[in-house]
């Protein structure tokens, strides 16, 4: 069962088309109703990175076993140790760690009952994070501890988007001039740039043909790499698929090239020599410093180098193709037709007196 404190979003989900992102996934285990009412209250309100917190609820360890294997994307669990069995707790950290292979979830231990389960053994057995007496977790330590915990959720899926971006900048670096590698080497280095950031779920790469430009406006963009909800975009046209609000920042770009800030995300335009528009788009921005901004414009300059220089390639091959084809009709009208009579090698000769053939 969830319990949903607030929306990131303040907009409707149905009319950004992207719901359930902007938030941190809170998983309660305990088997006391008492303790899922005071830790809701607790974090009331409670913001990490300008995302609030998605509580859910278990009171077994059976079932939080159940959930969590159907749901990865939980940040932190606050597990109690004993429930139905003194060791309900201890078990639910070895099947997510052994089972399932999670290394990125936190689990917090609570206890009421410290002796049934002894602090050093515990945090010597099991790969936990923290563990704690409920009689000593305040509103304030509950608060720190949350927001510890998140920030080591954070940098552990940001080493792993980072390594990610890495392996399919490398895969694509073997030949880069095919578009699928540059749309995979373009896909990489986002997924690098959003998790160093540290910004939203959601972000995209969006290109545009020079001439498509001048005849068709913002709709010939195209998005050639994304994350999060934007990912399914991939390849398609923004005008085609995008919410009206998101086109709207996109319109923005397109007339104000450059780095622009609008409320929790940025959009940032950049030119080819062209007159091709390469825009960044990024959601969940909460700060920028000028070295950040720096890493976007180099990101951006770089790709948008990789795509003309791609263009200029498919022109070239295209330019070859149609000198090899005039090549080929030149060499087809200058052969000898196929009914024409094949040289005998008979010589006629004439008589010098008379003139006449011989």
Same mark, same amino acid.
């Given at each position: 069962?969830?319990?949903?404190?607030?929306?990131?979003?303040?907009?409707?989900?149905?009319?950004?088309?992207?719901?359930?992102?902007?938030?941190?996934?809170?998983?309660?285990v305990d088997?006391?109703?008492?303790?899922?009412?005071?830790?809701?209250?607790?974090?009331?309100?409670?913001?990490?990175?300008?995302?609030?917190?998605?509580?859910?609820?278990?009171?077994?360890?059976?079932?939080?076993?159940?959930?969590?294997?159907?749901?990865?994307?939980?940040?932190?669990?606050?597990?109690?140790?004993?429930?139905?069995?003194?060791?309900?707790?201890?078990?639910?950290?070895?099947?997510?760690?052994?089972?399932?292979?999670?290394?990125?979830?936190?689990?917090?231990?609570?206890?009421?009952?410290?002796?049934?389960?002894?602090?050093?053994?515990?945090?010597?057995?099991?790969?936990?994070?923290d563990y704690?007496?409920?009689?000593?977790?305040?509103?304030?330590?509950?608060?720190?501890?949350?927001?510890?915990?998140?920030?080591?959720?954070?940098?552990?899926?940001?080493?792993?988007?980072?390594?990610?971006?890495?392996?399919?900048?490398?895969?694509?670096?073997?030949?880069?001039?095919?578009?699928?590698?540059?749309? *995979?080497? @373009?896909?990489?280095? =986002?997924?690098?740039?959003?998790?160093?950031?540290? !910004?939203?779920? %959601?972000?995209? #790469? $969006?290109?545009?043909?020079?001439?498509?430009?001048?005849?068709?406006?913002?709709?010939s963009l195209?998005?050639?790499?994304?994350?999060?909800?934007?990912?399914?975009?991939?390849?398609?046209?923004?005008?085609?698929?995008?919410?009206?609000?998101?086109?709207?920042?996109?319109?923005?770009?397109?007339?104000?090239?450059?780095?622009?800030?609008?409320?929790?995300?940025?959009?940032?335009?950049?030119?080819?020599? *062209?007159? @091709?528009?390469?825009? =960044?788009?990024?959601?969940?921005?909460?700060?920028? !410093?000028?070295? %950040?901004?720096? #890493? $976007?414009?180099?990101?951006?300059?770089?790709?948008?180098?990789?795509?003309?220089?791609?263009?200029?390639?498919?022109?070239?091959?295209?330019?070859?193709?149609?000198?090899?084809?005039?090549?080929?009709?030149?060499?087809?009208?200058?052969?000898?037709?196929?009914?024409?009579?094949?040289?005998?090698?008979?010589?006629?000769?004439?008589?010098?007196?008379?003139?006449?053939?011989?």
């Amino acid at each position: 069962m969830s319990d949903e404190l607030i929306l990131a979003d303040e907009r409707d989900p149905e009319e950004t088309g992207f719901a359930g992102t902007g938030v941190w996934k809170v998983l309660i285990v305990d088997d006391e109703p008492d303790m899922h009412a005071i830790t809701k209250i607790s974090l009331s309100g409670f913001k990490f990175l300008g995302r609030r917190l998605e509580l859910h609820h278990c009171y077994s360890g059976a079932e939080a076993k159940a959930f969590l294997k159907n749901h990865d994307d939980i940040a932190v669990v606050l597990l109690d140790v004993v429930m139905e069995t003194d060791d309900a707790g201890l078990n639910v950290v070895e099947y997510v760690r052994k089972n399932l292979q999670n290394r990125r979830i936190r689990i917090v231990l609570r206890t009421a009952n410290p002796g049934q389960a002894p602090e050093r053994r515990v945090i010597t057995g099991y790969d936990i994070n923290d563990y704690k007496e409920k009689a000593e977790l305040t509103a304030q330590k509950l608060f720190t501890l949350m927001y510890s915990a998140l920030r080591s959720y954070r940098d552990i899926m940001a080493i792993e988007q980072t390594k990610s971006g890495l392996e399919a900048v490398i895969a694509a670096s073997a030949d880069i001039l095919e578009r699928r590698s540059v749309d *995979q080497f @373009a896909q990489g280095v =986002l997924q690098q740039l959003t998790a160093l950031l540290h !910004t939203g779920d %959601d972000a995209a #790469l $969006l290109c545009q043909d020079g001439l498509s430009a001048m005849l068709e406006g913002d709709g010939s963009l195209r998005i050639h790499a994304a994350t999060g909800s934007f990912t399914e975009f991939t390849g398609q046209l923004a005008g085609e698929r995008l919410p009206a609000h998101i086109q709207a920042d996109l319109q923005v770009a397109l007339e104000q090239e450059g780095f622009v800030r609008l409320e929790d995300r940025i959009v940032m335009s950049l030119r080819s020599s *062209q007159g @091709a528009a390469n825009i =960044l788009y990024l959601t969940g921005v909460n700060s920028m !410093t000028a070295a %950040d901004q720096g #890493l $976007l414009e180099l990101f951006a300059r770089n790709v948008s180098i990789a795509f003309e220089n791609l263009r200029l390639y498919e022109s070239l091959q295209t330019s070859q193709r149609e000198v090899k084809d005039l090549l080929a009709d030149d060499e087809e009208e200058d052969a000898v037709p196929a009914d024409t009579p094949a040289y005998t090698g008979n010589v006629v000769h004439f008589s010098p007196a008379s003139g006449s053939k011989v």
